[in-house]
């Protein structure tokens, strides 16, 4: 159940801070980090005294590139917080440093820690006794009792509805079967292969659905990708910083501005967005907006939404023409920005380029056009039609799974039944199915349960 | 106070449970006493006269593969067998025999008698004897003391037993017989808490008044079986059963007399069996069923009487009359006696361990009827570990305690202290997680080297099995080893087997997975040995179900890990906060061996489970 293996994760809030933290655990860590770790000194990172801080840099082992410079935090076993050894690499907030940094220790050989696993570690070493880990028990409490009642009227408590209603339709079917196994010479009503069969199609693809449902549940929770896209100057850091509704990145209007890429949260109509805004697209000859177009295309390939920005004071231009015809086949929806301004551009060519995707007038200035941009995403986003990419950051990926293997139980079924089999072999699979979706209710104890509560606490904690 | 006597075990009651407990105590070297309050009613079958079934015949055969006496003495005394549920899987094939009531009591007294290390005796009980929690012996009505190092109470439906039958109610045990009434006050005065269940019976009637005309005729299969792995019987004189129905009359007849129905009269108190309801329970709680099943069943060869099946009542006799006589061949009926319902006390399960021992008290055990079950095979199943763990006890020996994916046995037993019975408990298939592991057909290969073990399995046994087991193994050794290849010949074969041609280089072991095949029909073309049927009957069935059987192992193993982690009998789940008030006191009253048992127990929820696995984790590593 539990590797004592070196794990390793951002423990600061996502978004920009003045500082960031890295935190492992485990009896790698120092190793680990002398990898990537060159003290200001030169001492050895094994060499370092524990409870210290040290100054230095992180480099890049492959390139020998310095990526921040450093403040080096070791803590020894026991006395630190998970009473493993824990080494804090404190670098520049802002999302870029931290990962980078995260990423490195990964390659040194850490594992990103699961959610919660720094507590879990903490908890299970006695670092937090059970009476003083009240606070523990009420999240273990909460969290499956939840579960249980149903309470939360928010997508997970649909969700649990929505299984408790299989579970339900599936305990009909088993009851039906087992009934005329057990009583063979009483006159009950056998239901036939054929009633299961269909039955059981029908839950599969309503699993299938839901399954799309479960990544919804985790885009609500790790925040949709969402990468701004158009020319130059059309307005993309001003959608930006509208949704924002502060001043994040530097709007002016010289052409190339925004020359990095641009992370930030934003709740949209209750959907978090992790909005990357991007440099202007063009061809440029500035090596350093040019590597920034480049990963704006790189950023567009893993996007779950892009938002296509054109500025309707301006006819359609080549540029366009280009990205719309890079976005034909994402989730996509095009904002003609600058309404407030005289209408140039030919709106019905667009039309032609733009096939089903949605259109809006908006004014990233004026504010206006926000919700109808909100409607559509909500509209994206619950239909199923996006689909969270795989961050790395997935904290809910066990109930896919779950749900995958229960739509793998009732395949079995249906091969079963195809086989001709009879009805206590249908059973088997059936009652697996039935088995695994109640571990996502909590009516059944999976051996994994343990690892499910720890999982509810957030990263780093 | 007089002590007439000193054992090792002495057993209350000479039921099914009382029987295979005294057997099994005294085949493992223990002074055994055996106390009936009747010796001309040992063994009896109060109900219906025949044993087995779906899940029941599956503990038969459980009982007969520990080294039990049902099985043996079933096979002796069955009039009838038939194999129900053929039409589905090997794991739901179930035995059910009809037998002679008289002929199977008078072989098992014949047998306790002959035992060696068992003495059997007409007593009755009305007092255990205990000191500081020990238990020492009982006491008879007589005042007679026997001092004893375990009881077992198998006191079935005597415990206070009470005959209900329309208006009138009286004290008494089943057919006319006496009931111990100052026994439950014995136990609840030593702090154990009793429960009170109702069962039914339906009416004997004399066959000379039954017109078989009217009736479908259903009789034994062609092909003989037995429950012991041990008898060797082939062929049986038969008797056949009778399936008439009910009607739109009868089902009148009982709705105008439920006025009278002691079940709706308010006189019934106990909890009576859902799944075995009265007829005029039936006809209540569906109203919308024209007419009900009922089997007319011979209750011997040498009797007239006939068992009524399906239709157990309370109803006052003119009523049974009334409705009885509005049935299909039943129009001319006699009575021989009538139908009736019976409340009883029993043993709260929760109270046992698993080894069917109180928790509470030394050396004293509860199996049976008394635990809350219904059916002679659940009691002579709980029995025949009650008097193992008895023997085991004296002997300070560790307990034998089945595991829910090793018997039936086990299911049942967890089923009842773990989660307690509210009703007259019944094992049926669906209640095993791993039914195609618990087949009838292996109760040997699962469970006859733990007989073994314990003392119970006599060479002549043990060595059947061995042979059967080695059989198994290198005809599966030498399926698996034997090849073909896509030659014009083999092809040829294929064909005459009535089969698919080869497509690729194949082994029997392959061959043997398609639905048409079966061993016989192999050996007849490939050079194989000839061997028995039970054994070919294994070989088939591992072969063309091993991906599901696979499955169910994997399961096993998934659950195995949740019970592999136990927790101390010495736990204070007072000290471990976090738990829920009921999960609290559920595990402190039923103290369960491992955290699988405790995910079993109704009222502690995942949450409860989730904190005790920290509280594990934290205690080991502690200890580290």
Same mark, same amino acid.
């Given at each position: 159940?539990?590797?004592?293996?070196?794990?390793?994760?951002?423990?600061?809030?996502?978004?920009?801070?003045?500082?960031?933290?890295?935190?492992?655990?485990?009896?790698?860590?120092?190793?680990?980090?002398?990898?990537?770790?060159?003290?200001?000194?030169?001492?050895?990172?094994?060499?370092?005294?524990?409870?210290?801080?040290?100054?230095?840099?992180?480099?890049?082992?492959?390139?020998?590139?310095?990526?921040?410079?450093?403040?080096?935090?070791?803590?020894?076993?026991?006395?630190?917080?998970?009473?493993?050894?824990?080494?804090?690499? /404190?670098?520049?907030?802002?999302?870029?440093?931290?990962?980078?940094?995260?990423?490195?220790? $990964?390659?040194?050989?850490?594992?990103?820690?699961?959610?919660?696993?720094?507590?879990?570690?903490?908890?299970?070493?006695?670092?937090?006794?059970?009476?003083?880990?009240?606070?523990?028990?009420?999240?273990?409490?909460?969290?499956? !009792?939840?579960?249980?009642?149903?309470?939360?009227?928010?997508?997970?408590?649909?969700?649990?509805?929505?299984?408790?209603?299989?579970?339900?339709?599936?305990?009909?079917?088993?009851?039906?079967?087992?009934?005329?196994?057990?009583?063979?010479?009483?006159?009950?009503?056998?239901?036939?292969?054929?009633?299961?069969?269909?039955?059981?199609?029908? $839950?599969?693809?309503?699993?299938?659905?839901?399954?799309?449902?479960?990544?919804?549940?985790?885009?609500?929770?790790?925040?949709?990708?969402?990468?701004?896209?158009?020319?130059?100057?059309?307005?993309?850091?001003?959608?930006?910083?509208?949704?924002?509704?502060?001043?994040?990145?530097?709007?002016?209007?010289?052409?190339?501005?925004?020359?990095?890429?641009?992370?930030?949260?934003?709740?949209?109509?209750?959907?978090?967005?992790?909005?990357?805004?991007?440099?202007?697209?063009?061809?440029?000859?500035?090596?350093?907006?040019?590597?920034?177009?480049?990963?704006?295309?790189?950023?567009?390939?893993?996007?779950?939404?892009?938002?296509?920005?054109?500025?309707?004071?301006?006819?359609?231009?080549?540029?366009?023409?280009?990205?719309?015809?890079?976005?034909?086949?994402?989730?996509?929806?095009?904002?003609?920005?600058?309404? !407030?301004?005289?209408?140039?551009?030919?709106?019905?060519?667009?039309?032609?380029?733009?096939?089903?995707?949605?259109?809006?007038?908006?004014?990233?200035?004026?504010?206006?056009?926000?919700?109808?941009?909100?409607?559509?995403?909500?509209?994206?986003?619950?239909?199923?039609?996006?689909?969270?990419?795989?961050?790395?950051?997935?904290?809910?990926?066990? /109930?896919?799974?779950?749900?995958?293997?229960?739509?793998?139980?009732?395949?079995?079924?249906?091969?079963?039944?195809?086989?001709?089999?009879?009805?206590?072999?249908?059973?088997? !699979?059936?009652?697996?199915?039935?088995?695994?979706?109640?571990?996502?209710?909590?009516?059944?104890?999976?051996?994994?349960?343990?690892?499910?509560?720890?999982?509810?606490?957030?990263?780093?904690? | 106070?007089?002590?007439?006597?000193?054992?090792?075990?002495?057993?209350?009651?000479?039921?099914?449970?009382?029987?295979?407990?005294?057997?099994?105590?005294?085949?493992?070297?223990?002074?055994?006493?055996?106390?009936?309050?009747?010796?001309?009613?040992?063994?009896?079958?109060?109900?219906?006269?025949?044993?087995?079934?779906?899940?029941?015949?599956?503990? %038969?055969?459980?009982?007969?593969?520990?080294?039990?006496?049902?099985?043996?003495?079933?096979?002796?005394?069955? #009039?009838? #067998?038939?194999?129900?549920?053929?039409?589905?899987?090997?794991?739901?094939?179930?035995? =059910?025999?009809?037998?002679?009531?008289?002929?199977?009591?008078?072989?098992?007294?014949?047998?306790?008698?002959?035992?060696?290390?068992?003495?059997?005796?007409?007593?009755?009980?009305?007092?255990?004897?205990?000191?500081?929690?020990?238990?020492?012996?009982?006491?008879?009505?007589?005042?007679?003391?026997?001092?004893?190092?375990?009881?077992? #109470?198998?006191?079935?439906?005597?415990?206070?037993?009470?005959?209900?039958?329309?208006?009138?109610?009286?004290?008494?045990?089943?057919? &006319?017989?006496?009931?111990?009434?100052?026994?439950?006050?014995?136990?609840?005065?030593?702090?154990?808490?009793?429960?009170?269940?109702?069962?039914?019976?339906?009416?004997? %009637?004399?066959?000379?008044?039954?017109?078989?005309?009217?009736? =479908?005729?259903?009789?034994?299969?062609?092909?003989?079986?037995?429950?012991?792995?041990?008898?060797?019987?082939?062929?049986?004189?038969?008797?056949?059963?009778?399936?008439?129905?009910?009607?739109?009359?009868?089902?009148?007849?009982?709705?105008?007399?439920?006025?009278?129905?002691?079940?709706?009269?308010?006189?019934?108190?106990?909890?009576?069996?859902?799944?075995?309801?009265?007829?005029?329970?039936?006809?209540?709680?569906?109203?919308?069923?024209?007419?009900?099943?009922?089997?007319?069943?011979?209750?011997?060869?040498?009797?007239?009487?006939?068992?009524?099946?399906?239709?157990?009542?309370?109803?006052?006799?003119?009523?049974?009359?009334?409705?009885?006589?509005?049935?299909? &061949?039943?129009?001319?009926?006699?009575?021989?006696?009538?139908?009736?319902?019976?409340?009883?006390?029993? %043993?709260?399960?929760?109270?046992?361990?698993?080894?069917?021992?109180?928790?509470?008290?030394?050396?004293?055990?509860?199996?049976?009827?008394?635990? &809350?079950?219904?059916?002679?095979?659940?009691?002579?199943?709980?029995?025949?570990?009650?008097?193992?763990?008895? *023997?085991?006890?004296?002997?300070?020996?560790?307990?034998?305690?089945?595991?829910?994916?090793?018997?039936?046995?086990?299911?049942? #037993?967890?089923?009842?202290?773990?989660?307690?019975?509210?009703?007259?408990?019944?094992?049926?298939?669906?209640?095993?997680?791993?039914?195609?592991?618990?087949?009838?057909?292996?109760?040997?290969?699962?469970?006859?080297?733990?007989?073994?073990?314990?003392?119970?399995?006599?060479? +002549?046994?043990?060595?059947?099995?061995?042979?059967?087991?080695?059989?198994?193994?290198?005809?599966?050794?030498?399926?698996?080893?034997?090849?073909?290849?896509?030659?014009?010949?083999?092809?040829?074969?294929?064909?005459?087997?009535?089969?698919?041609?080869?497509?690729?280089?194949?082994?029997?072991?392959?061959?043997?997975?398609?639905? +048409?095949?079966?061993?016989?029909?192999?050996?007849?073309?490939?050079?194989?040995?000839?061997?028995?049927?039970?054994?070919?009957?294994?070989?088939?069935?591992?072969?063309?179900?091993?991906?599901?059987?696979?499955?169910?192992?994997?399961?096993?193993?998934?659950?195995?890990?949740?019970? *592999?982690?136990?927790?101390?009998?010495?736990?204070?789940?007072?000290?471990?906060?976090?738990?829920?008030?009921?999960?609290?006191?559920?595990?402190?009253?039923?103290?369960?061996?491992? %955290?699988?048992?405790?995910?079993?127990?109704?009222?502690?929820?995942?949450?409860?489970?989730?904190?005790?696995?920290?509280?594990? +984790?934290?205690?080991?590593?502690? +200890?580290?």
């Amino acid at each position: 159940m539990y590797q004592e293996d070196t794990i390793s994760a951002i423990a600061t809030a996502v978004g920009d801070g003045g500082i960031g933290i890295i935190r492992l655990s485990g009896p790698e860590s120092i190793n680990y980090v002398n990898q990537i770790f060159r003290s200001a000194s030169g001492k050895n990172t094994n060499e370092l005294p524990s409870h210290f801080a040290t100054y230095g840099y992180i480099i890049d082992p492959v390139s020998g590139v310095t990526v921040d410079e450093v403040l080096l935090l070791i803590m020894k076993k026991p006395r630190s917080y998970t009473r493993e050894d824990v080494v804090e690499i /404190h670098c520049h907030g802002g999302p870029m440093p931290l990962k980078r940094i995260l990423e490195l220790t $990964l390659k040194a050989g850490a594992r990103l820690a699961e959610p919660g696993e720094f507590t879990k570690r903490a908890f299970l070493n006695g670092r937090i006794d059970l009476s003083q880990a009240e606070a523990v028990i009420d999240i273990i409490r909460a969290k499956t !009792d939840i579960s249980l009642k149903m309470s939360v009227s928010h997508l997970s408590g649909v969700l649990s509805e929505k299984i408790n209603d299989f579970r339900h339709e599936l305990l009909r079917l088993i009851a039906h079967l087992e009934a005329a196994i057990d009583f063979p010479e009483d006159d009950i009503d056998e239901i036939a292969a054929k009633d299961v069969e269909k039955s059981v199609l029908d $839950l599969s693809g309503e699993l299938e659905t839901m399954i799309s449902t479960a990544q919804t549940g985790r885009i609500l929770k790790d925040g949709l990708k969402t990468v701004i896209i158009g020319k130059p100057n059309v307005g993309k850091s001003s959608l930006l910083n509208s949704l924002l509704r502060e001043t994040r990145a530097i709007v002016t209007d010289i052409p190339g501005t925004t020359r990095d890429i641009i992370e930030e949260y934003a709740n949209i109509g209750g959907i978090p967005l992790r909005i990357i805004d991007t440099a202007g697209i063009r061809d440029t000859n500035d090596l350093v907006e040019r590597i920034g177009v480049e990963k704006a295309w790189e950023m567009l390939d893993q996007a779950d939404i892009v938002l296509f920005i054109l500025d309707a004071s301006l006819p359609l231009s080549e540029d366009d023409q280009k990205i719309l015809s890079l976005i034909k086949n994402r989730k996509a929806i095009v904002l003609v920005n600058k309404s !407030d301004l005289p209408e140039v551009i030919d709106m019905p060519e667009i039309l032609k380029y733009v096939h089903d995707k949605p259109v809006i007038n908006i004014s990233a200035l004026k504010g206006t056009g926000l919700d109808e941009l909100s409607k559509a995403i909500n509209e994206m986003v619950f239909s199923g039609q996006v689909k969270g990419s795989e961050g790395s950051f997935v904290s809910n990926v066990r /109930h896919v799974n779950i749900l995958e293997e229960t739509k793998r139980s009732l395949c079995e079924v249906i091969n079963t039944i195809n086989a001709g089999m009879s009805p206590d072999f249908i059973v088997i !699979d059936l009652r697996a199915a039935w088995q695994r979706l109640g571990e996502i209710t909590g009516e059944t104890v999976g051996e994994d349960i343990i690892d499910q509560i720890f999982s509810q606490f957030c990263i780093g904690k | 106070m007089y002590v007439a006597g000193t054992y090792d075990v002495v057993i209350v009651g000479a039921g099914h449970a009382g029987c295979e407990a005294a057997l099994a105590a005294a085949r493992m070297g223990c002074r055994t006493l055996l106390a009936t309050l009747n010796m001309d009613n040992i063994a009896m079958m109060p109900c219906n006269p025949a044993v087995g079934g779906p899940a029941k015949g599956h503990l %038969v055969r459980e009982i007969d593969a520990l080294g039990g006496e049902m099985g043996i003495n079933t096979d002796k005394a069955c #009039i009838q #067998i038939r194999m129900l549920n053929t039409g589905k899987g090997p794991a739901v094939h179930a035995l =059910r025999a009809q037998t002679d009531k008289k002929v199977y009591q008078n072989l098992m007294k014949n047998t306790l008698e002959n035992q060696q290390n068992l003495v059997v005796k007409q007593l009755l009980i009305d007092k255990i004897l205990m000191n500081n929690s020990v238990v020492e012996g009982i006491e008879t009505e007589n005042g007679e003391v026997y001092l004893s190092k375990c009881v077992v #109470i198998a006191t079935g439906t005597y415990l206070k037993g009470r005959i209900i039958l329309g208006e009138v109610a009286f004290d008494g045990g089943p057919n &006319g017989q006496r009931s111990a009434t100052k026994l439950s006050k014995s136990l609840l005065e030593n702090g154990i808490s009793l429960m009170r269940f109702k069962t039914g019976t339906p009416a004997r %009637v004399d066959r000379n008044t039954v017109d078989f005309s009217k009736m =479908r005729i259903q009789p034994g299969d062609d092909q003989t079986h037995n429950f012991s792995f041990m008898s060797d019987i082939d062929t049986r004189q038969q008797v056949p059963c009778w399936l008439t129905y009910t009607n739109s009359k009868t089902h009148q007849i009982i709705r105008d007399n439920l006025h009278r129905a002691p079940l709706y009269m308010g006189i019934i108190e106990g909890t009576g069996p859902r799944y075995c309801p009265s007829i005029e329970d039936k006809v209540v709680r569906f109203q919308e069923k024209e007419a009900h099943q009922l089997f007319i069943e011979p209750e011997g060869l040498d009797t007239t009487e006939m068992y009524v099946q399906g239709m157990s009542t309370s109803l006052p006799v003119e009523v049974q009359y009334a409705f009885l006589r509005t049935i299909p &061949g039943l129009e001319n009926v006699e009575i021989m006696r009538p139908g009736y319902a019976i409340e009883y006390d029993c %043993v709260d399960p929760l109270q046992l361990k698993a080894t069917l021992e109180f928790k509470n008290i030394a050396g004293l055990f509860s199996a049976g009827q008394a635990n &809350g079950t219904s059916g002679y095979e659940e009691a002579a199943a709980q029995g025949l570990v009650a008097g193992i763990n008895a *023997a085991l006890l004296v002997k300070n020996l560790p307990g034998l305690i089945l595991g829910r994916s090793e018997a039936y046995i086990g299911v049942l #037993i967890d089923d009842l202290v773990t989660k307690g019975t509210t009703e007259p408990y019944r094992i049926m298939t669906s209640r095993a997680e791993y039914r195609l592991i618990l087949r009838q057909d292996n109760a040997d290969l699962r469970l006859t080297e733990k007989g073994r073990l314990v003392g119970l399995v006599d060479d +002549e046994r043990f060595q059947r099995f061995c042979q059967k087991k080695l059989g198994i193994e290198s005809t599966l050794k030498l399926l698996a080893e034997t090849l073909v290849s896509p030659t014009p010949e083999m092809q040829t074969i294929m064909r005459t087997m009535g089969t698919a041609e080869l497509r690729t280089g194949s082994s029997l072991y392959d061959l043997l997975r398609r639905t +048409e095949l079966n061993y016989d029909r192999l050996s007849q073309h490939f050079s194989l040995p000839d061997i028995p049927g039970n054994v070919s009957e294994q070989v088939e069935v591992t072969i063309k179900y091993e991906g599901y059987i696979k499955k169910q192992l994997a399961e096993v193993e998934r659950a195995a890990k949740l019970e *592999a982690k136990l927790l101390p009998p010495n736990i204070d789940y007072d000290k471990i906060s976090g738990l829920s008030q009921e999960a609290r006191q559920k595990l402190t009253k039923i103290r369960p061996l491992s %955290v699988g048992q405790a995910t079993r127990i109704s009222g502690v929820s995942p949450a409860d489970i989730s904190i005790l696995l920290v509280y594990l +984790e934290q205690q080991r590593r502690m +200890e580290l």
